[in-house]
């Protein structure tokens, strides 16, 4: 007798929050990052409505993260639970990976887990790279805009033998041409070429596993007035200069014990990194060399409903860093312990960790943490999460952009450690539309510091002035996210955040500087039914937000403190044929440029030349196109 064949087929998002984790832990794949045109990091987070991405200066085009409405510095952003893109890579890291590299990203609201460190204070970012042992045999992208950016990535993964697999990564981006689309007389985008490169090892043993490999590159560009401004006035022009270069080494061994579901492993990195840059006659100056070393031993007791992990860390950081006269170098070592404790039970599960640090220079902190899911019904499911995370802040490359304006620093009169407690929650809730999937999330988290370091631009006009808090600072956010799919075929996502971000600013509570109070995003996706069409179209509404007051170059203070409300709209078309993907997008399809983005432009060594109340986008419309080429491996293999 045949039986007629039967095919069980399930439909995966490329974006999604994880049901199995305590945590909340936002899942978004490769798939995701296609939508857009994501040729490095900080274009990675274009449909997301949980990161945003914010440009810091008008001059350099320096990119930033925010999560919850706070700077990315609080945010912890891990290469595989690596730490990653700390110390002098804060500013301009997030140019340093190519998108297409990455295989998933996990984003975590609130502390995070204790196994993954203590810096961890409004949420953390786990990148995912393409892994030696399952990446494409060949991938190719060739990427070029109308602004003459021209990017070329490369990826290859092969076996060496039954054991070992390798994988070569390669990035190649440059800015050939001048772009003054708001004449304001200055470079919308730094020209330059940025080149990174990735080889990783994998092994696979009976006993053991081990990766290990090594990340470098350089980035160098120059940005600054234009060369028509330059020709004419060649003794004395306002010229920005970047020059970055990295390397790394990384390792993770894990050792299978004789007792099953338990193990011990050992991650290592080994970083070094020096950046010099600067805008106009204002110089930074830095060279750091990095060490980090996190052993854990994962088991259980009694069952596996009953996890447990323990570990040592340690974190050695060499950094000497100057800007104008100022110099702030520092020597820390951070040895620290931890343990996690984690229940999985049929409808309650929960997650305690507790770890303690010594800082050679702040002494002893102790971090708590705790995660807990209730599975209310069987496609609802409710979180909380509370939390403590700390970290040193480093005034000087945490705001190196704010030398694009003629203030002067005020430096702190001492460093003490930031530290934060995180509170919060979630809901989300599954349904069936239309008999498809859909999905509504609720979260809300509330950060409160007990200390931070204050950048105040008010204080006295005519500077910047560090200081630690005298008073209270606090962050409310609130976000709404539904996402359906009326068809097989389409994919709807919609978002609602508000940010209530406020600090106390010499006795008196107000609003942070440049964070919109509310933002909503659309995202539509839909592929035909041979999947040979695929359409993706994103909408951002952002909202007002609080601006610095400044001098204006009339010697009167600015009237006008409140951003606009504007719309950012990016759309893509990608066409597959046998193993090429053709797209071709616009980023930006309205148009919208900040007016006034740089004050007193024509004058840029004034003392009322400022570039840094930024909120909006500096550069217009701009459209793209770009080739993919993927040869997959043999299934043998």
């Known amino acids: 007798v045949l039986l007629p064949e039967v095919i069980a087929s399930y439909k995966k998002g490329t974006h999604s929050i994880s049901r199995l984790n305590t945590l909340h832990v936002e899942n978004i794949d490769a798939g995701e990052l296609r939508k857009a045109a994501c040729c490095n990091l900080s274009e990675s987070f274009e449909t997301n409505a949980s990161v945003d991405v914010n440009v810091t200066d008008a001059v350099s085009g320096a990119k930033k993260i925010q999560m919850m409405g706070l700077d990315g510095v609080y945010t912890q952003i891990q290469l595989e639970n690596i730490p990653y893109l700390r110390g002098l890579e804060t500013s301009f890291g997030l140019n340093s990976m190519s998108g297409t590299w990455i295989q998933s990203m996990q984003i975590t609201k609130g502390t995070g887990n204790v196994v993954n460190g203590y810096e961890s204070m409004a949420g953390l970012v786990n990148l995912e790279v ?177 996890k447990i992990k323990v570990g040592v860390s340690g974190v050695y950081s060499d950094i000497t860093q100057s800007v104008d006269s100022l110099s702030d170098d520092r020597l820390e070592i951070v040895p620290g312990a931890f343990g996690e404790y984690t229940y999985t039970g049929s409808r309650l599960s929960s997650v305690l960790g507790v770890r303690g640090d010594y800082h050679n220079l702040y002494g002893f902190q102790f971090s708590p943490r705790l995660h807990l899911k209730y599975i209310l019904t069987e496609i609802t499911d409710l979180r909380f999460t509370v939390g403590k995370g700390w970290r040193v802040p480093n005034y000087m490359i945490d705001n190196v952009s704010l030398m694009s304006s003629s203030k002067q620093w005020i430096a702190p009169s001492e460093t003490k450690p930031e530290i934060s407690w995180n509170i919060g929650g979630s809901v989300m809730q599954e349904f069936k539309m239309f008999k498809q999937n859909g999905s509504l999330t609720v979260d809300f988290y509330h950060t409160r510091f007990e200390n931070q370091l204050i950048v105040d631009r008010e204080e006295n006009i005519n500077a910047i002035k560090f200081t630690n808090l005298e008073g209270k600072s606090y962050s409310n956010s609130l976000q709404v996210e539904l996402a359906i799919n009326p068809l097989k075929t389409l994919e709807l996502r919609f978002a609602y955040k508000y940010l209530d971000v406020k600090a106390e600013y010499n006795g008196v509570m107000q609003q942070q500087v440049l964070v919109p109070e509310h933002r909503g995003l659309f995202n539509i996706g839909y592929k035909t039914r041979n999947k040979r069409w695929e359409y993706d179209l994103t909408t951002s509404i952002f909202g007002e937000s609080r601006l610095p007051q400044v001098n204006l170059p009339s010697g009167e203070l600015t009237t006008k403190n409140r951003s606009l409300a504007y719309p950012l709209i990016n759309a893509q078309i990608t066409h597959v044929y046998r193993k090429f993907d053709f797209y071709v997008g616009g980023e930006n399809i309205l148009n919208y440029k900040q007016p006034d983005a740089i004050i007193d432009a024509e004058n840029p060594f004034s003392s009322t030349f400022n570039a840094t109340r930024i909120w909006g986008p500096i550069v217009g419309a701009n459209v793209y196109a770009g080739v993919r080429f993927t040869i997959e491996r043999d299934k043998e293999e």
């Open 130 to 306: 393409k892994k030696p042992q399952n990446m494409e045999k060949v991938y190719l992208n060739v990427y070029g805009n109308a602004m003459g950016r021209m990017e070329l990535n490369f990826n290859t993964g092969f076996n060496l033998n039954d054991k070992w697999s390798s994988g070569w990564l390669g990035h190649a981006s440059t800015q050939l041409m001048e772009n003054d689309r708001n004449n304001d007389g200055f470079r919308d985008q730094m020209i330059g070429t940025n080149v990174a490169l990735m080889n990783r090892y994998h092994y696979q043993g009976n006993k053991m596993e081990a990766q290990f490999g090594y990340n470098a590159y350089w980035d160098r560009r120059n940005g600054g007035q234009m060369s028509n401004i330059r020709k004419t006035n060649p003794s004395s022009f306002f010229d920005v200069n970047l020059d970055s270069k990295h390397v790394d080494f990384y390792a993770k061994t894990g050792f299978f014990l004789k007792k099953p579901s338990t193990s011990i492993g050992v991650v290592y990195n080994l970083k070094y990194q020096s950046l010099q840059t600067n805008f106009g006659n204002r110089f930074f100056d830095g060279e750091e060399k990095r060490g980090y070393i996190n052993a854990i031993y994962d088991g259980y007791f009694g069952n596996t409903d009953h």
